[in-house]
C-alpha cells in the first residue's frame, strides 16, 4: 500500500515480512491505495492484536481499532472530497505514516488472500485493480507471488492468518487467482471448521432479509432488530459473518469479547438443529461455556416455542411500540409538555423539513459532531459515553449507503442549515422504526419537533405503529421513551448457552 516515509524496510517484522514489489515512486502517483470509497469498505486493512500494538506506538490513534484482539481499521472522511481514507494514511504526502509497522495485511497488497468462489480452498491472488501490477507481465507478478508462497508457507504466519481469518477476504471476481494455498486452508478449517462462514456485506443484506421473511419473524409487533438494515449499522464495529447451518441462514456478529447471534436462526430450516449447529460454531470460536456464546433478539412468540422444547430463556430489553395517531397529533394532557416544545420550534423563522440526500453527508457530520459535543458536556455515565463514541461509526454508515439499505432520512433545517436528521425503516406495513435521531441541543423542542414529524410523515404513509427500539440500558433515554405513553413493550428474548438443554 502507499509508500514510505522512509525506504528502510529493515524494521519489518522478519517472519511477516513480504518484499514491496510496487516502487515507491510509483505509488505516490498513484490514488487507488488507502483511500475507499466507503466507510464499510471490506478491504479496508486488517489488523492483527500485536500490529495494533505496534501501530500505537508508532502515533495511531487507539479508538481506531474497534477491537484490541484484531479488526479492520475505522477509516476516516476525507476533507476534500466524499471518500474516506486510512487512518495511517498522510493525503498531503500521499504517504504511510506508520509504513515499517504497516499490517501483514498491507505488506502483501497488490496480492491478497481470499476464498476461492466455492468457499472451499484459500488462495493468493493478485488485485487487478492496483494500476502497478496492470501494466507488468505476469513473469514478474508470479516470481512476486513466489517470494510471498515461501513466507506463506511459515508456520508461524499459518498460525496468525488462521488466528485472524478476517485477513482472508471475499472471493473477488477482480482478483486474479494465482496459487492455491491447501496448507492455509487446512489451518483455518482445523481451527474453525470446514462449515464456510462468509463475511457480511452490503451485497448479503438482501439475502438476510429474505431469510427473515421466510422465517415469519417480522409483523406489526416485530422487535427494531429484526430489520437487517438496522444490524448493518453496526457493521465497522462488530464485523458481521453468515452461515447456512441445517437449512437455516445464522447470523453472527463478532464483538471484541467473541461470537453471538444478533437474530435467531433465520428460514425454514429446524430450529433445534439449526440452534445446535450454530452454538457448535460459537463454541468453536469462544471457548466452550463461553458467557459470550447466545442467541439475542429472539421475539416473545418464538420464546414461547422454544420454552416449549425445552430450552431456557433470559429475558433482556425491551423495545418502546407506540401508536403513530397518538404521536402524529400529540393531543391530550398526557403529550401537553411535548406539544409546547414543538409548538416553540414553530415559532422560528424559516423551519423546514426534507429527505436526506447524500449530499447532506458533510453537514450532517458536522451536526453529529456539535451534538456529539452537546452530549459530552452533559450527563452521561461510561456506558452512555461508549455508546456516543460508537454512534459516529453507525451514523457514518446511514449518511453512506440509507438508500442502498432501504433507510429513509430527513433533515430538518433551520434558516437554511440542517439543525437535526434521523434514519428510520419500515419493520412492516404496518410499523415505522426510527433507528437514529440527532438534533441540536441548543435549539430547545427541536428534538420533540423531529419525532413528531417523523411519526406525522410514517402515519401519512400508513403506519399504525412507531417503535423506537429500547432503551439501551439508559436510563434518560428509557424516561424520555416511557413520557410518550408507549402502547406496548416488546421484550426480547436471550438464548445462552449453558440454557441450551
Ligand atoms: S496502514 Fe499504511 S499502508 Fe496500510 S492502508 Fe493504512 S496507510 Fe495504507
Redesign the pocket.
Given at each position: 500500500?502507499?509508500a514510505s516515509t522512509a525506504q528502510t524496510g529493515s524494521s519489518a517484522e522478519s517472519v511477516r515480512s513480504v518484499p514491496q514489489v510496487v516502487p515507491s515512486s510509483t505509488c505516490l502517483q498513484c490514488d487507488v491505495?488507502?483511500r475507499f470509497p466507503d466507510p464499510d469498505s471490506p478491504l479496508r486493512?486488517y489488523f492483527t492484536a500485536e500490529e495494533i500494538v505496534r501501530a500505537v506506538t508508532e502515533g495511531a490513534n487507539p479508538d481506531r481499532f474497534p477491537s484490541p484482539r484484531g479488526c479492520q481499521i475505522t477509516l476516516i472522511p476525507d476533507q476534500e472530497g466524499d471518500g474516506f481514507h486510512?487512518p495511517?494514511?498522510d493525503p498531503a504526502s500521499a504517504r504511510?505514516l506508520?509504513?515499517d509497522r504497516?499490517?501483514f495485511d498491507?505488506q502483501l497488497y497488490p496480492l491478497a488472500l481470499m476464498w476461492n468462489e466455492h468457499h472451499d480452498d484459500v488462495v493468493l491472488g493478485w488485485d487487478s485493480k492496483c494500476p502497478f501490477m496492470g501494466e507488468q507481465v505476469p513473469d514478474s507478478i508470479r516470481r512476486y507471488a513466489d517470494q510471498a508462497m515461501i513466507r506463506l508457507n511459515d508456520s508461524d504466519l499459518l498460525r496468525t492468518v488462521a488466528d485472524h481469518p478476517r485477513l482472508i477476504g471475499r472471493f473477488q471476481p477482480d482478483v486474479v487467482e494465482l496459487f492455491r494455498l491447501p496448507a492455509l486452508t487446512r489451518a483455518v478449517q482445523t481451527r474453525w471448521g470446514a462449515t464456510p462462514v462468509h463475511r457480511l456485506t452490503l451485497e448479503d443484506v438482501q439475502r438476510v432479509t429474505d431469510a427473515l421473511d421466510e422465517s415469519g419473524l417480522a409483523g406489526g409487533q416485530a422487535l427494531a432488530a429484526y430489520s437487517v438494515p438496522s444490524i448493518y449499522l453496526c457493521t465497522t464495529l462488530l464485523g458481521y459473518w453468515w452461515a447456512e447451518l441445517r437449512g437455516s441462514l445464522c447470523l453472527f456478529a463478532e464483538s471484541p469479547d467473541g461470537w453471538f447471534m444478533p437474530l435467531p436462526p433465520l428460514g425454514g430450516g429446524p430450529i433445534q438443529e439449526a440452534i445446535g449447529a450454530a452454538f457448535d460454531l460459537m463454541r468453536r470460536r469462544n471457548g466452550a461455556g463461553s458467557p459470550v456464546s447466545r442467541i439475542d433478539n429472539i421475539s416473545p412468540a418464538l420464546a414461547a416455542r422454544l420454552e416449549v422444547l425445552g430450552y431456557r430463556l433470559q429475558a433482556g430489553e425491551a423495545d418502546y411500540l407506540y401508536r403513530a395517531g397518538d404521536l402524529a397529533t400529540l393531543t391530550g394532557d398526557r403529550f401537553k409538555s411535548h406539544r409546547a416544545l414543538c409548538n416553540k420550534v414553530e415559532r422560528l423563522e424559516q423551519v423546514a423539513a426534507a429527505s436526506y440526500a447524500l449530499r447532506d453527508r458533510a453537514e450532517c457530520r458536522r451536526l453529529f459532531q456539535r451534538w456529539q459535543e452537546q452530549k459530552q458536556a452533559g450527563a452521561l455515565d461510561s456506558f452512555g459515553r461508549l455508546l456516543l463514541e460508537d454512534a459516529a461509526s453507525t451514523h457514518e454508515i446511514a449518511w453512506a449507503h440509507g438508500s442502498d439499505l432501504g433507510l429513509s432520512g430527513t433533515v430538518v433545517r433551520v434558516e437554511g442549515e440542517i439543525r437535526a436528521y434521523t434514519f428510520g425503516c419500515w419493520l412492516s406495513p404496518a410499523t415505522w422504526c426510527v433507528l437514529l435521531e440527532v438534533a441540536d441541543r441548543s435549539i430547545p423542542g427541536l428534538a420533540q419537533y423531529l419525532f413528531r414529524e417523523t411519526c406525522r410523515a410514517a402515519a401519512s404513509h400508513g403506519a399504525e405503529f412507531i417503535n423506537t427500539m429500547d432503551g439501551a440500558g439508559l436510563a434518560g433515554l428509557s424516561r424520555s421513551k416511557d413520557s410518550y405513553h408507549p402502547v406496548m413493550r416488546i421484550r426480547q428474548y436471550s438464548l445462552l448457552e449453558d440454557h441450551v438443554s
Open positions: 500500500m502507499a491505495c488507502c486493512p486510512c495511517a494514511f504511510c506508520i509504513y504497516r499490517p498491507c
